[in-house]
C-alpha cells in the first residue's frame, strides 16, 4: 500500500497531517487527512471517521472543522477523506452535486462511474486498512460522523456494519436519497434505475429493512436553506420512531448548512463519541 | 459612512458577519468581519481587534482561527478587517509581502502607494469609528492581537495608543521592521530610505522610545520558518528587559507560523483578554 506525507503541522499539542496514496479502489491517487493527539508512545487511540459533504475535499473539515481541540481533550483521531476520486481520466458532471466533489459513499454500477467511484469500498475497506497500518489506531474503538452528504455516508455505512462503530453521529444528513432530488439524481447515476438497489444506500430504508444501531446523534439547523428539500430530517426521525431506533435528533434553531454550523456543534458530537468509544 | 451586510450565519450562538464598506482612507471597498456574540438586548461587549498577516484578508482568520467558542465564552466581539486595500486601481507588487494583502498598517508617504495604502488610519479611524457606531461594542473596553504582519500592526498600534487598549497580544509578531528584510522592503517602499521615520512603525524601536504597555502577550512557534529572518522575536523579548516593559513571550516548541499554530493558543489569547478587558 504506502502513503506519502503532504504536510504535517503541530496543532493542539497533536499532529495535523496531510496525506496521499494511489487507491485501487477508485484508480486514482486520493488525498485524505488524520489528526492524531498527543499520546504515550505505544498507545493506540479510538478513531472518529469524519465524511464530508458535496463539493468538499478532506480540507473543508480540516480548516473549518474546530475538532482539534475536542479530540486532543479526549484522545481521538480524526480521520477526514475526501468525497469522490479526482484527475484528469475521472469522469465528471457539469453540476456540483454528481461526479467529482460528489461521489455518495457508493460503489457505482453504471457506465462511465463504475471504474472510479468506489467510495464505498474506499472507505469501507482500502483507506481503514491503510489508517490501521499507519496510525497508532485502536480498530476496536471507531465511531463514524459526517455532514449532508458526508452524513448519509456515515449513517449508511454504519446501519450496514453497525458491529465494526461504537457511535454513530451526522450533521444535518441527507437522510433518505430515495426520497430528495439529490439522492435521485447520484443514485440514478451511480446504480441505476432500479430502486430497489438503493435502498443499502438510504439510512431510513435499512432501518425499516431491520438495521440497528445502539443510539445516534443527529444535529441539524433549522436555517439550513437544504432542509426541506434535500435533507428532510423527519423522513429519519419518523423511520427511528416506527422501528424503534434510539435517536437524538437535535433541531437547532437558526443554524444553516455551513461550518459555522458544524463548527459550534462539533465538541459536542467528538465528545458523545469518545464517551462511547472510550466505555 | 454606512456598510452593507455579505453574509451572516449562526455560530456558537452569536452571529458571524462579514460586512463591506466605502473607505474614505483607502479610497477603496474594504472587507471585514465581525463576530458578535450572544447578549442581552441593549448590552455593551469589549472587542478584540485581530490584524491578520501577510497574504490574508479578514477570511483566513474567519475560517480557520477558532475564536468563536472562547469569545462566546467570554462575551467579546471580534473584529478582522484585510490587510490592504483591493481592486485593479489599486497599485501593487510582484512579491506577497509588499501591495495588496500586505498594507503593513502604515499610513504610505511614498508614491504610488500614498493614495490608497493607509491602513494605519484606517484601522485606528475609520473603521473603529464604523465598528462603534454598527455594533454592540464598548469602545471603553478594547484589546488587539494579531498575526505576523498583524503582530507587528497590533504592537504597534498598542504602544503609540496605550490608552486606547487595556489588552495587547501577538502570534509570532514581526517585532522590528528596522531589523528584517520583511520590513526593510514595506518600510523603504510605503514611507521612504528615512529609517527614523520607521520609528512609530516598530515596535521593539517604539519601546526604546518610552512607549509603554501594562503588559503583553506573545506566542511564537519554534519550528515557525520565517522566526530566525524575519521575526526575530529575541529582539522584543530584550527591548522589553531593557526598558522594563512588563511582557509574557512565550516560546511554542515544534509549532510553526500556520493557523494550526494561532488556532491552537486563541482560546489562551481571548482568555487573556477579556481577563483585562473585563477586570
Known amino acids: 500500500m504506502g502513503m506519502e506525507t503532504v504536510s504535517r503541522n ?4 497533536g499532529t495535523q497531517g496531510v496525506y496521499r496514496h494511489q487507491s485501487s479502489e477508485t484508480g486514482t491517487e486520493m488525498t485524505f487527512s488524520v489528526f492524531v493527539p498527543e499520546h ?13 459533504g458535496l463539493t468538499c475535499t478532506h480540507a473543508n473539515v480540516t480548516e473549518k472543522g474546530e475538532f482539534r481541540a475536542a479530540c486532543a481533550e479526549h484522545g481521538v483521531i480524526f480521520v477526514a477523506p475526501d468525497t469522490s476520486p479526482r484527475g484528469e481520466e475521472v469522469p465528471d458532471d457539469e453540476g456540483y452535486d454528481f461526479g467529482k466533489g460528489a461521489g455518495f459513499y457508493v460503489d457505482a454500477t453504471e457506465e462511465p462511474w463504475a471504474t472510479n467511484f468506489r467510495m464505498r469500498s474506499y472507505i469501507e475497506k482500502e483507506l481503514s486498512a491503510l489508517v490501521a497500518t499507519e496510525f497508532p489506531v485502536d480498530m476496536e474503538r471507531q465511531g463514524i460522523t459526517g455532514h449532508s452528504m458526508g452524513g448519509h455516508g456515515a449513517l449508511t455505512i454504519a446501519l450496514r456494519d453497525p458491529r465494526r462503530f461504537r457511535s454513530v453521529s451526522a450533521f444535518s444528513p441527507i437522510v433518505s436519497p430515495l426520497n430528495c432530488p439529490w439522492g435521485d439524481k447520484a443514485l440514478t447515476g451511480y446504480v441505476g434505475a432500479d430502486r430497489a ?3 443499502e444506500y438510504d439510512a431510513c430504508a435499512l432501518i425499516e429493512d431491520g438495521a440497528r444501531l445502539p443510539d445516534l446523534l443527529v444535529d ?3 436555517a439550513d436553506g437544504f432542509l426541506e428539500e434535500q435533507l428532510r430530517t423527519h423522513l429519519l426521525a419518523e423511520a427511528c420512531e416506527k422501528a424503534g431506533q434510539p435517536a437524538t435528533i437535535r433541531m437547532q434553531e437558526g443554524y444553516d448548512h455551513s461550518y459555522y454550523f458544524i463548527s459550534t456543534f462539533m465538541a459536542d458530537h467528538v465528545a458523545w463519541h469518545a464517551e462511547r468509544l472510550k466505555a
Chains 1, 2 share one sequence.
Open 10 to 13: 503541530k496543532s493542539f499539542g
Open 40 to 52: 504515550a508512545p505505544g498507545a493506540k487511540l479510538p478513531v472518529l471517521w469524519y465524511l464530508s
Open 197 to 199: 438497489a438503493w435502498r
Open 220 to 222: 441539524q439547523g433549522t
